[in-house]
């Protein structure tokens, strides 16, 4: 059974930072592409940043994350990770990971995505 495991999230004053983490029970990890994705209330889930199943794989970043955000991932240890600094008031969210084996042309699109976890809260205070 898969599971998708977040933790790390919680609150900080804007310009701050976290460090969120995915912890994942999948055999064939490596063999996954792994993706961060948050929902504000009343918005719509968006996608956030994603790395390719590869060590030291490709990564993708939403332009309003870009510069701010760096995901990465440790294929040993079957974790994911999403180092968050200059935080904003507006990156307020439910971030959830999740897992697919998916074409370079699918990152930013969550129903292409297979496993999710159940998300971690991150409140910027202003």
């Known amino acids: 059974q898969v599971q998708l495991v977040e933790s790390g999230g919680g609150l900080v004053q804007a310009g701050g930072s976290l460090r969120l983490s995915c912890a994942a029970s999948?055999?064939?990890?490596?063999?996954?592409?792994m993706g961060w994705f948050r929902q504000a209330p009343g918005k719509e889930r968006e996608f956030v940043a994603a790395i390719s199943w590869r060590s030291g794989g490709t990564t993708y970043y939403a332009d309003s994350v870009k510069g701010r955000f760096t995901i990465s991932r440790d294929n040993a240890k079957n974790m994911m990770y999403l180092q968050m600094n200059s935080l904003k008031p507006e990156d307020t969210a439910v971030y959830s990971c999740?897992?697919?084996?998916?074409?370079?042309?699918?990152?930013?699109?969550?129903?292409?995505?297979?496993?999710w976890g159940q998300g971690t809260q991150v409140t910027v205070s202003s």
């Open positions: 999740a897992a697919g084996k998916l074409g370079s042309n699918y990152y930013t699109k969550y129903d292409r995505y297979d496993y």
């Open positions: 999948i055999r064939t990890f490596n063999r996954y592409d």
